[in-house]
């Protein structure tokens, strides 16, 4: 291998609300972080709900009126969210918007009150989301309803980074879309890609690490967004579409490891508001699908297929199913 090949080239860059760094190795390194900035602009400004004009949010804008014309793009997250909340009864559910905005976490110190939270409720039915195939449109149904695809896009736009990896001839990167690891190849050493998972009640932490290639590492947590309210109690930004309030599943972080990022995102997500019982339902209609549960005595549960790989640190219990 030539010298300049060996030296990773790393950036950081703040786009989809949170904070993404590029680690990557070969001679087109530079270039290729610069396409790959392209491409995310380029997802965030077609799908965030907070860009006028994207194409969710013109469905927004037209919710109750008529149906918007998407990309396919568009049609096939939207069409992935639908399968989840059907699979998951309801507990994934991307027509979350107004309840989000309730809570408003980047902001809030108290909880919203109940009332509030409760004429809400009707603008979250997600079977109020039409999607018409043939005509390649996207409709809600009552004025007020919006989607949010905070819980699948930065998956996606994984996808889309390992996708541009490849075709660029990059053979060992890493990147990390605020909390979501795409991993391509191995080290330059041939050795693999380590993936810290967070501890999720100490900072600066982990509870080990997997090792990992060409997949997708995508963790949910009530530790990332979250704020004390007057009581004390924690809130955090996973919402159960049932009751209106932060989800309470017993499980404070999941990871899911995937080729598929959007599929990753969606499910740790999914297995965050489901719990381990139901989750593990959930995960074993996804083959090659594998997860790392962390529950709230901190004891780690992982599936069988990743319990080699996943290397604990001191002091973590941990069983496999
Ligand atoms: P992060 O974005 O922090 O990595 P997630 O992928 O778990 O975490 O997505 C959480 C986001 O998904 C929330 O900030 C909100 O925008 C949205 N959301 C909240 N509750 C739900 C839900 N029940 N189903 C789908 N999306 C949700
Ligand atoms: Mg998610």
């Known amino acids: 291998m030539k010298r300049n090949e060996a030296k990773m080239i790393e950036q950081e860059y703040d786009a989809m609300n949170t904070k993404i760094t590029f680690g990557i190795y070969g001679r087109s390194a530079?270039?290729?972080?610069?396409?790959?900035?392209?491409?995310?602009s380029r997802i965030e400004k077609k799908l965030s709900r907070f860009v006028n004009g994207s194409e969710i949010d013109r469905i927004?804008?037209?919710?109750g009126r008529d149906p918007v014309k998407v990309s396919r793009e568009t049609l096939q997250m939207l069409e992935f969210s639908k399968r989840l909340y059907e699979m998951t009864?309801?507990?994934?559910?991307i027509l979350m918007g107004p309840l989000v905005d309730e809570w408003d976490y980047l902001h809030a110190?108290?909880?919203?009150?109940g009332l509030s939270i409760r004429n809400k409720m009707d603008l979250i039915d997600g079977d109020d989301l039409v999607l018409n195939p043939m005509e390649q449109s996207a409709w809600l149904r009552n004025p007020g309803q919006s989607i949010d695809l905070g819980a699948i896009g930065k998956g996606y736009a994984g996808d889309r980074c390992l996708e541009m990896l490849k075709q660029s001839g990059i053979e060992s990167a890493v990147i990390n879309l605020g909390g979501n690891v795409c991993v391509r190849g191995k080290k330059p050493d041939g050795t693999a890609w380590k993936v810290g998972i967070r501890h999720p009640r100490k900072e600066n932490a982990l509870i080990g690490y997997v090792?990992?290639?060409?997949?997708?590492?995508?963790t949910s947590g009530d530790y990332e967004r979250f704020f004390y309210d007057k009581e004390g109690i924690r809130r955090h930004h996973i919402l159960n579409p049932v009751t209106g309030y932060p989800t309470e599943s017993g499980l404070i972080s999941v990871t899911v490891i995937s080729?598929?990022?959007?599929?990753?995102?969606?499910?740790?997500?999914s297995l965050f508001i489901l719990g381990k019982k139901n989750g593990m339902r959930l995960l074993s209609l996804f083959p090659g699908t594998e997860a790392i549960m962390?529950?709230?005595r901190l004891e780690v549960t992982v599936t069988k297929g990743i319990e080699k790989s996943f290397i604990r640190f001191?002091?973590?219990?941990?069983?496999?199913?």
């Open 60 to 63: 927004n804008q037209h919710s």
């Open 109 to 113: 110190e108290e909880k919203p009150d």
């Open 294 to 296: 962390v529950d709230e």
């Open 211 to 218: 090792e990992s290639e060409d997949e997708h590492v995508v």
């Open 314 to 321: 001191d002091g973590i219990t941990m069983n496999a199913i």
């Open 30 to 40: 530079r270039q290729t972080i610069k396409r790959l900035k392209g491409e995310i």
């Open 259 to 269: 080729e598929n990022g959007m599929a990753a995102d969606g499910l740790a997500t």
């Open 89 to 93: 009864r309801g507990a994934f559910n």
